[in-house]
């Protein structure tokens, strides 16, 4: 009787190669709202869109980043570890040359402002190395540093001091705001509701539009700048204090999407 022929072992698919880019998605309107807001209120120079593309460069390469590191963890460091540091490179070198006809063509004001995001980004670095980052105050850091390239790129437009720096704060005080309204869902979401931050949640973020009216009026700020904030507040306050669901976490992000534009065309329109 001949041997029954080895059945073949089925064909191994090969797994899909991971996509290196930044895997936050909130992150990526932190980052573009102030811009698109700075490029909007200044006049387009040669210096700020150069500016705009060395940061963007920059975020785009932070998940190589993070996979080179090994924050994204072994496996990921095995499979993923050389292709990202040679995009890693790749991004580097383009940021790099942006970054330095950025400064070349940019005033001295300007040039000053990019030690905000660079000393941020090395606290954002630090708070990743000690796993911080997804922390209520690591997520407020994170996105004070993401929005902070808005201010270097207003003042490479031609926009006043005093404007850059109060679109800065309402954003900062924006994205706060939203940060709140999010961790409240998801500390009673792990919590099964034993824990309630809501109430103190909603008493931060309605201070912040306090802090920022007493800000614009302390440093003599347009008063488009708090008015901006109201939106994004608003909703925190009212997310803190409703029993909303975690399944709803999408509906949310978009609602605090809405809630950034709206504060961006406020922003754009007392500015211009």
Do not use: N
């Given at each position: ?15 899909a ?76 070198a ?58 270097a ?13 109060a ?6 005080l ?15 979401a ?83």
């Amino acid at each position: 009787m001949a041997p029954m022929p080895e059945t073949a072992p089925p064909p191994t698919t090969p797994s899909a190669a991971r996509t290196l880019v930044p895997h936050e998605h909130g992150a990526y309107g932190q980052l573009a709202m102030p811009l698109l807001t700075a490029l909007a209120i200044g006049r387009p120079t040669l210096g700020s869109i150069a500016l705009t593309a060395a940061i963007v460069t920059a975020f785009v390469g932070h998940e190589s980043l993070l996979v080179a590191l090994g924050q994204r963890g072994k496996r990921a460091l095995e499979l993923d570890g050389r292709r990202a540091r040679r995009l890693l490179v790749r991004l580097g070198a383009l940021a790099a040359a942006c970054a330095a006809v950025g400064v070349a063509l940019a005033p001295s004001a300007a040039r000053l402002a990019l030690v905000l995001p660079v000393a941020l980004a090395a606290v954002v670095a630090w708070l990743v190395v000690r796993r911080l980052e997804k922390t209520t105050v690591g997520e407020i850091v994170v996105a004070a540093a993401l929005s902070s390239g808005g201010l270097a790129v207003a003042l490479a437009g031609g926009v006043p001091l005093s404007w850059a720096l109060a679109c800065w704060m309402t954003w900062v005080l924006a994205f706060a705001a939203a940060t709140l309204a999010v961790q409240v869902v998801l500390v009673r979401a792990r919590s099964k509701g034993r824990r309630d931050p809501g109430a103190v949640h909603a008493a931060l973020a309605a201070a912040l539009v306090g802090v920022a009216f007493a800000a614009a009026w302390w440093w003599e700020f347009p008063a488009a700048a708090p008015i901006a904030l109201v939106p994004t507040a608003l909703l925190s306050v009212t997310v803190c204090l409703a029993r909303f669901s975690p399944r709803r976490l999408r509906e949310l992000g978009w609602a605090m999407v809405g809630s950034s534009v709206l504060t961006m065309v406020i922003l754009v329109v007392g500015l211009r």
